[in-house]
């Protein structure tokens, strides 16, 4: 069973987030762009800053499962911190590196270096540690977060397997069983012969 946060929980938890220092900015775009898009952790720890087109709020993504190239989307918070980080943040982690400083990888740590998977996922659980969110989370968490939100606001499954670079539509079906109170809210709705609350069975 996919974990997720619920809309409410996301947003409160990226409207939280502080922007003060250069690692802020850097954990703010990374929560945003995680969320936006729904990429894997491997996907967004290996995103050079070429990758990205802030404009068009689209990201290259090249190391998926298989190797499968595809572009992912981004909406205006993501562009926004994104666009932030990299005018202010990142040249800050990029200068404290040095020599050793990775002058490609868009998602810098504190020496100026890549982040790696695991650097990725104990940013997240810190996130949610400093606000409160009484649940454990990964970058995956964000990515079904991502998928569970985007089918409840009516997405087709075809379509979101291409957003998640799923080879088979198999693989998407999962998220579906999260849906489910939509699908009663939708039936007990638009259903003529529907039970509803208050009334007898």
């Given at each position: 069973?996919?974990?997720?946060?619920h809309?409410?929980?996301?947003?409160?938890?990226?409207d939280s987030l502080?922007?003060a220092?250069p690692?802020k900015?850097r954990d703010a775009?990374?929560?945003?762009?995680?969320?936006?898009?729904?990429?894997?952790a491997?996907e967004?720890?290996a995103?050079?800053?070429?990758?990205v087109?802030?404009?068009?709020?689209?990201i290259?993504?090249?190391g998926g499962?298989?190797?499968?190239e595809r572009?992912a989307?981004?909406g205006?918070p993501a562009r926004?911190?994104l666009?932030?980080?990299l005018?202010?943040?990142?040249?800050a982690?990029?200068?404290?590196?040095?020599?050793?400083?990775?002058s490609q990888a868009?998602?810098?740590?504190a020496?100026?270096?890549?982040?790696?998977?695991?650097?990725l996922n104990?940013?997240i659980?810190?996130?949610l540690?400093?606000r409160g969110?009484p649940r454990?989370a990964?970058?995956?968490?964000?990515?079904?977060?991502?998928?569970?939100?985007?089918?409840?606001g009516?997405?087709d499954l075809?379509?979101l397997?291409?957003?998640?670079?799923h080879?088979?539509?198999?693989s998407?079906?999962?998220?579906?069983?999260?849906?489910?109170s939509?699908l009663?809210?939708?039936?007990?709705?638009?259903?003529?012969r529907a039970?509803r609350e208050?009334?007898?069975d």
């Amino acid at each position: 069973m996919p974990r997720f946060l619920h809309q409410e929980e996301m947003k409160g938890l990226l409207d939280s987030l502080e922007v003060a220092t250069p690692l802020k900015m850097r954990d703010a775009a990374l929560l945003e762009l995680l969320y936006a898009s729904g990429l894997r952790a491997s996907e967004v720890v290996a995103l050079n800053v070429e990758d990205v087109d802030i404009s068009r709020g689209e990201i290259w993504v090249r190391g998926g499962k298989r190797k499968k190239e595809r572009i992912a989307l981004m909406g205006r918070p993501a562009r926004a911190a994104l666009l932030r980080y990299l005018l202010e943040g990142r040249p800050a982690l990029l200068a404290k590196g040095g020599e050793k400083a990775d002058s490609q990888a868009l998602f810098l740590n504190a020496q100026g270096t890549r982040l790696t998977r695991r650097s990725l996922n104990r940013i997240i659980e810190a996130c949610l540690q400093e606000r409160g969110v009484p649940r454990r989370a990964s970058a995956h968490t964000f990515r079904h977060s991502f998928a569970t939100h985007l089918l409840d606001g009516g997405a087709d499954l075809r379509s979101l397997q291409e957003l998640l670079g799923h080879s088979s539509l198999a693989s998407t079906q999962i998220y579906t069983h999260v849906t489910q109170s939509r699908l009663r809210e939708v039936y007990d709705r638009a259903h003529p012969r529907a039970v509803r609350e208050g009334e007898d069975d």
